[in-house]
Nanobody, 121 residues
């Protein structure tokens, strides 16, 4: 099967930066898209950023200009560089992958366990 393992979360002061990493491993034929979602206290899980195709990126309005998503296709990894962090960025961040296990298999969504990002003084 497939596992997504996130790293890089932690505690940071407002205005600081963090870089999240996610590595996908297991039975992977191709990854169509990878991305990051987050769920803050009392909130629904929401899209943060995704990257698909050659280099098509989508960002939530709340993070545009502050966050940058990138992908290393050869390593099946996705990254999220988070700058100018705000307290409202505090959330559990989940790595997501839309992939195929086999050439003729279906596209399947996989999720990481999440990594906590806390922005606080």
């Amino acid at each position: 099967q497939v596992q997504l393992v996130e790293s890089g979360g932690g505690l940071v002061q407002p205005g600081g930066s963090l870089r999240l990493s996610c590595a996908a491993s297991g039975s992977i034929f191709s990854i169509n898209a990878m991305g990051w979602y987050r769920q803050g206290p009392g909130k629904q899980r929401e899209l943060v950023a995704t990257i698909s195709g050659v280099s098509i990126t989508i960002y939530a309005d709340s993070v545009k200009g502050r966050f940058a998503i990138s992908r290393d296709n050869a390593k099946n990894m996705v990254y999220l560089q988070m700058n100018s962090l705000k307290p409202e960025d505090t959330a559990v961040y989940y790595c997501h992958a839309d992939l195929q296990n086999h050439r003729w298999g279906p596209r399947i969504d996989y999720w990481g366990q999440g990594t906590q990002v806390t922005v606080s003084s």
